[in-house]
C-alpha cells in the first residue's frame, strides 16, 4: 500500500535520499536469526518428504516417494509431491513474518509457527479428502498415474497453504489471543473454502467434475485446481490484516460473486470455442489454464480491496477485534466499488494487447482483409484461427493425401492453440501483478480520489508497457533461438509464460514502491518525477539481473537447456521457467519494500547463489536416485523438473521474509 498520505509538516524524500538508503541494509545484516532460518528452511523441506508419505502410506504400506518419482515416473505423485514443496515455502514464508519480534524471541516463534502451519496443510488435507469429491480416492487414484487427480490434489495443497499461511502469519502480542484467532480463522475460512468447492461444484451444470476426474480429464483437473487456488487467495485477503470474523463473512459472500462472474467472463470472453466441447467441458488442459488464470488475475487484484494496516498493533480487547465492524464495512468504500470494473476493462484490454502480433500475422500470412481481421477478432477466434488458417496453407503446400492432410491441419491447429493458451495464461498472471501493485502503491482511500485514480491508471498502464518490454529482452537476449520455432513447441510456450510472470513479479514489486500522494499546505501533490526516476532505474536494474541471471543459469547446468527446449523437451523447459520464477520471487522482494539499490544487490548475488545451492539440494536430498540432469535430459521427466522449480519458488518465498517490512 502507498506509503503516504503525509503529514502536512513532512517533506518527501529525495531521489538520492531513496536511492541511497543504507538504514535497510544494516536492519537486514542485524538480524543474526536469519542464519538460523537460512539452517531451518532446508531442514522443513527435508522433512516434508516424509510428511508427505503419511497419507499414502496410510493407504498403502509399501509405498515408496523415491520410486513413484524415478522408477516409475508418476507424473500425478510428481505433481501432488512438488505442490507440497511450494506449500512448506508459503508456510515458511507465513511463519518468518511477525515484524515485530526481538531476535530471539523471533527465532522460537518462527518455529513454533511453522510447526502450526504445517499441522493446519495436513489437517486441510483430510478434511479435504473426507468433504469434498468423495468419490475419489486421492491416493488410490494418484498411485495409479491420473494425473487429472494429481493436479487437483496439487491444487487443493496449495489451496489450504494460502490459508494456513495467513492465519499463522502476523503480530504476536499475547500468545494465548493469537493462538486462538489463528484457530478460529482456520477454522472458519477451511469451512467456507469446502463451501465455496460444494457450490462450484452445483453450478457446473451439465459436467459431472469427479467423473471426468476419475476419466483422466486434466482439463477438468487443471480448471478445479486453479480455481481453488483463486478461492484461497480471496479468501485469505482479511486475515491477512485482521483478526474480523464479521470482515471474513462478508468478503466471502463478495469473492463467490465476483469470482463467479468472471469465470463466466472467461468462457464468453477469453476461452477459444473449438477447444470446449458441448456442455461446457473443457477438452484442453491448457485452455482450463486461461479460465484459471483469469480467476488468478481477478483474485490478485481484488485484493487490494483490502486497507493494509501496516506494523501498527489493535490494543482493543481480543473480543472487540475478532467482531470488528468497522474493518468489515471499509470494504464497501468508493474505490472498492470501482475496482471490479478496472479489473474487468484491464482484463479485456490485456486480451486484446495479447492478440495484437497475432492479428498482425493474421494479416500478413492468411491473406485476409482487415474487415475480415477485426471481425474474427470479435468472435475471439483471432489468436487462435490466425495460425489454423496458416498451419492449413502450409500443409496444403505439401504433396499429403487429403486425409493426412487433414489430419495434420487439425493437429497443428489443436497445438497452437495448446501452446498459445499456455503463453496466454502465463500474460494474464503477469499482468495481475502488475495490476496488483499499481493498485497497492498508488490508491489510497484518504487521497482525493479523482488524481489518484488518474495516478494509478498511469502507472498501470506503464507497468503493462515494461512488462511487454521487459518480456522482449528475455526472449531476444535468452531465447531468441528457441522462439524462432514454430509456434507449437510447448516447452517454449511455458518459458515464455513464466518469463511474463517472472516480468509481473518485478514490475508489480516496484510498483508498489511509489510514495503515492503527498499532502502539503491542504494540497495533495504526487512525486511523479521521483517515482517515475526510481521505477525506471529498478526496471533497467531488474531486466539486467535477469538476463545475467539466465547466462549464468545456462552455464552451469550441464546440458545445452536452449537445444533442449528447442527440442521441446517440457522437462527442461519446465526447470528453466521455475527457476526464473524462483529468481524473480527473491529480487523482487526488496523493492516492494525500499528504493535501496544497495539492497537489490546483495539480494540479486543471494538470488544467485540460492539458485546454484538448490540444484544441489534437490539432486542429493529431494530426489534421490539418478541426477536431476538425466531425469530431465534422458527421461524428459517433467515431474521431476517440477519438482525442483516448485521447492526452489517455496524456498525462495520463505528467502524474502528474511527482509522485514518497514515499520
Known amino acids: 500500500m502507498s506509503t503516504a498520505i503525509a503529514n502536512a509538516t513532512s517533506t518527501p524524500p529525495s531521489i538520492s535520499q531513496r536511492l541511497g538508503n543504507t538504514d535497510a541494509v544494516v536492519d537486514f545484516f542485524s538480524h543474526w ?69 526481538d531476535s530471539g524471541t523471533n527465532v522460537y516463534t518462527a518455529i513454533i509457527w511453522s510447526c502450526i502451519g504445517i499441522v493446519y496443510l495436513m489437517l486441510s488435507q483430510f478434511l479435504n479428502d473426507l468433504l469434498l469429491h468423495r468419490k475419489i480416492n486421492y491416493q488410490e487414484q494418484i498411485l495409479k498415474q491420473n494425473l487429472a487427480v494429481g493436479i487437483l490434489n496439487a491444487g487443493m495443497l496449495v489451496s489450504s497453504a ?20 489463528s484457530a478460529i480463522l482456520w477454522c472458519i475460512t477451511q469451512l467456507f473454502f469446502v463451501a465455496f468447492i460444494q457450490l462450484y461444484d452445483v453450478i457446473t451444470v451439465g459436467v459431472d467434475e469427479q467423473e471426468e476426474l476419475l476419466k483422466g480429464n486434466n482439463a477438468v483437473g487443471v480448471s478445479l485446481a486453479m480455481s481453488t487456488v483463486a478461492c484461497a487467495i480471496l479468501l485469505s485477503s482479511p486475515i491477512e490484516v485482521s483478526e474480523s470474523i464479521v470482515a471474513l463473512v462478508i468478503w466471502f459472500a463478495l469473492a463467490v460473486v465476483l469470482l463467479l462472474f468472471f469465470k463466466f467472463i472467461a468462457r464468453v470472453f477469453l476461452a ?7 456442455g461446457g467441458r473443457p477438452s484442453n488442459a491448457a485452455v482450463s489454464s486461461i479460465e484459471g488464470a483469469t480467476l488468478l488475475f481477478v483474485s490478485l487484484g481484488l485484493r487490494s480491496l483490502i486497507t493494509y ?8 480487547p481480543w473480543t472487540a477485534r475478532i467482531v470488528d465492524v468497522d474493518f468489515a464495512m471499509s470494504i464497501f468504500t468508493y474505490y472498492n466499488i470501482a ?21 498482425f500475422r493474421y494479416l500478413r500470412r492468411g491473406n485476409r482483409s482487415v474487415i475480415e481481421a477485426i471481425q474474427s477478432y470479435l468472435d475471439r477466434q483471432i489468436v487462435y484461427a490466425a495460425d489454423a488458417a496458416v498451419a492449413q496453407q502450409e500443409l496444403a503446400e505439401k504433396p499429403t493425401d487429403a486425409l493426412s492432410g487433414v489430419n495434420q491441419a487439425a493437429t497443428a491447429v489443436s497445438r497452437y492453440s495448446s501452446s498459445r493458451s499456455i503463453a496466454f495464461a502465463g500474460f494474464l498472471v503477469g499482468n495481475a501483478l502488475v495490476l496488483r501493485g499499481a493498485l497497492a502503491g498508488t490508491v489510497d482511500s484518504l487521497a482525493n480520489p479523482g488524481p489518484t485514480i488518474a495516478y494509478m491508471l498511469f502507472w498501470l498502464m506503464f507497468g503493462a508497457a515494461v512488462l511487454a518490454i521487459n518480456n522482449l529482452l528475455i526472449t531476444l537476449f535468452l531465447w531468441r533461438r528457441v522462439t524462432r520455432r514454430r509456434d507449437d513447441n510447448a516447452s517454449t510456450a511455458v518459458i515464455e509464460a513464466f518469463a ?9 514489486g516496484a510498483l508498489m514502491s511509489l510514495q503515492g500522494a503527498e499532502t502539503h499546505g491542504g494540497g495533495q501533490t504526487f512525486d511523479w518525477g521521483n517515482d517515475l526516476a526510481v521505477i525506471l532505474l529498478f526496471s533497467i536494474m531488474q531486466q539486467v539481473a535477469v538476463i545475467l541471471f539466465g547466462k549464468l543459469y545456462q552455464l552451469i547446468t550441464p546440458y ?65 536416485g539418478r541426477a536431476l540432469s538425466d531425469e530431465i535430459t534422458q527421461d524428459r521427466n517433467w515431474g521431476a523438473a517440477l519438482i525442483e522449480g516448485c521447492t526452489a519458488i517455496g524456498a525462495a518465498m520463505a528467502l524474502t521474509s528474511l527482509l522485514r517490512a518497514p515499520c
Open 272 to 278: 477459444p470455442n473449438e477447444l470446449v466441447e458441448e
Open 500 to 508: 511474463y510472470f517472472t516480468s509481473g513479479l518485478n514490475v508489480g
Open 560 to 624: 545445452d537447456d536452449v537445444a533442449e527446449v528447442e527440442n521441446d523437451n517440457f522437462a527442461a523447459g519446465w526447470s528453466s521457467a521455475l527457476i526464473f520464477v524462483a529468481f524473480g520471487v527473491i529480487t523482487s522482494a526488496p523493492i516492494q519494500r525500499t528504493d535501496s539499490v544497495a539492497l537489490y544487490w546483495i539480494y540479486v548475488v543471494m538470488a544467485f547463489l540460492y539458485v546454484m545451492l538448490h540444484r544441489v539440494f534437490v539432486d542429493k536430498v529431494i530426489l534421490i
Open 162 to 181: 494460502i490459508i494456513a499461511r495467513y492465519t499463522i502469519a502476523g503480530k504476536v502480542v499475547v500468545w494465548w489471543e493469537s493462538l486462538a484467532s
Open 33 to 101: 536469526e536469519s542464519l538460523l532460518f537460512l539452517v531451518w528452511i532446508p531442514l522443513v523441506f527435508l522433512a516434508g518428504r516424509y510428511i508427505f508419505r503419511i497419507p499414502y502410506w496410510l493407504h498403502d504400506r509399501t509405498f515408496s516417494l523415491k520410486d513413484q518419482l524415478t522408477t516409475v515416473d508418476n507424473k500425478a505423485c510428481a505433481t501432488s509431491f512438488a505442490a507440497f514443496c511450494f506449500s512448506l515455502g508459503l508456510i515458511l514464508q507465513g511463519a518468518f513474518s511477525d515484524p515485530l519480534q
Open 309 to 316: 494496516r501496516g506494523c501498527a498493533v489493535d490494543t482493543r
Open 339 to 359: 475496482f471490479p470494473f478496472i479489473i474487468f476493462a484491464y482484463l479485456l484490454v490485456t486480451r486484446a494487447t495479447f492478440s495484437l502480433p497475432h492479428l
